[in-house]
């Protein structure tokens, strides 16, 4: 049975740094790729950034560029997102996803069972 878990987030003061991390269980992680996302309140969800498991990243938006960094420990079946400089507007929840290939797609492309549970991060001046 397919898990998959997510630790870190929380309130961080602008210009701060957060580091969310997020662990699959019942799968063989390697295989795939895997992504984090994120949806504002009164707003779709979007991607953040997505790795392959030979670790070519996808950069969904350009307003993380420089800030956010995306890495995976395969031995630990552990994907990361590690956030710097943070923004009021990156307030927002943050879900990990996994994708059933080894290449990065949109949200709609993720099957239920294969999102975190979220996470909040909340950034304040």
């Known amino acids: 049975q397919v898990k998959v878990v997510q630790s870190g987030g929380g309130p961080v003061q602008a210009g701060g740094s957060l580091k969310l991390s997020c662990t699959t269980f019942g799968v063989t992680y390697i295989d795939y790729a895997m992504g984090w996302f994120r949806q504002a309140p009164g707003k779709e969800r979007e991607g953040v950034l997505c790795i392959t498991s030979q670790g070519r990243i996808t950069e969904y938006t350009d307003s993380v560029k420089g800030r956010f960094t995306i890495s995976r420990d395969n031995a630990k079946n552990t994907l990361y997102l590690q956030m710097n400089n943070t923004e009021p507007g990156d307030t927002a929840m943050y879900y990990c996803?996994?994708?059933?290939?080894?290449?990065?797609?949109?949200?709609?492309?993720?099957?239920?069972?294969?999102w975190g549970q979220g996470t909040q991060v909340t950034v304040f001046s």
């Open positions: 996803a996994m994708f059933l290939y080894d290449y990065c797609r949109g949200a709609e492309a993720v099957r239920g069972p294969y």
